[in-house]
């Protein structure tokens, strides 16, 4: 299995800050990644996908880069509701899997 | 608007099987557009993909789970069903389902990431 890591664990900021997440996979993924937001006691929901693709319906501060094995969910401006736990999971090949997630918390 | 909803006993003894059903609305289960996914959440932990269904093929499993594990599809119902067999504590967890959708890139299909998901359901594994 493509064994993907996310950086950091936890990560604490400001409303107003411009926050990056990485992700790295075991093997080449292309750009077959997608990202995703949690908050305690919902499902996940998409965010981006195609590593750069942002899903409809999604605020434009959300974005992401990266090909081949590095990847970067990036919020521009981090707002109240963003704190919330965020996953990257690579869909190049089976079986698909997910980081082990970020927590963004409230500083 | 196309939801997702799962159902299920939320309790299951150790060594039994583990029966969810996934009832999809506000798009047809038979479409040849997407997938039809489970994934499961232990508590406080990470994210699971179990396998998927495809209407006009095979289902594909986590090979860490293959053994154990069926999904199953009902067009006349528009429900798609997971099967977990021998059941430990360590099948605990909340389980989604969820879509993927088909998407054509650089002239061939392929699928893309999970678009939309169901609420979950607690399943706990105990005697």
């Known amino acids: 299995d493509i064994q993907m890591t996310q950086s950091p664990s936890t990560l604490s900021a400001s409303v107003g800050d411009r926050v990056t997440i990485t992700c790295r996979a075991s093997q080449s993924i292309s750009t077959w990644l997608a990202w995703y937001q949690q908050k305690p006691g919902k499902a996940p929901k998409l965010l981006i996908y195609?590593?750069?693709s942002l899903e409809s319906g999604v605020p434009s501060r959300f974005s992401g880069s990266g090909s081949g094995t590095e990847f970067t969910l990036t919020i521009s401006s981090l707002q109240p509701d963003d704190f919330a736990t965020y996953y990257c999971?690579?869909?190049?090949?089976?079986?698909?899997?997910f980081g082990q997630g970020t927590k963004v918390e409230i500083k | 608007q196309v939801q997702l909803q799962e159902s299920g006993p939320g309790l299951v003894k150790p060594s039994q099987t583990l029966s969810l059903t996934c009832t999809v609305s506000g798009a047809s289960i038979s479409s040849g557009s997407y997938y039809w996914n489970w994934i499961r959440q232990p508590a406080g932990k990470g994210l699971e993909w179990i396998g998927h269904i495809y209407v006009r093929g095979s289902s594909i499993y986590n090979p860490s789970l293959k053994s154990r594990v069926t999904i199953s599809v009902d067009t006349s119902k528009n429900i798609f069903s997971l099967a977990l067999s021998s059941v430990t504590a360590a099948d605990t967890a909340v389980y989604y389902c969820a879509r993927v959708r088909l998407n054509v890139y650089y002239g061939s299909a392929k699928t893309d990431a999970f678009d939309i998901w169901g609420q979950g359901t607690m399943v706990t594994v105990s005697s």
């Open positions: 999971q690579q869909y190049n090949s089976y079986s698909w899997t």
């Open positions: 195609k590593a750069s």
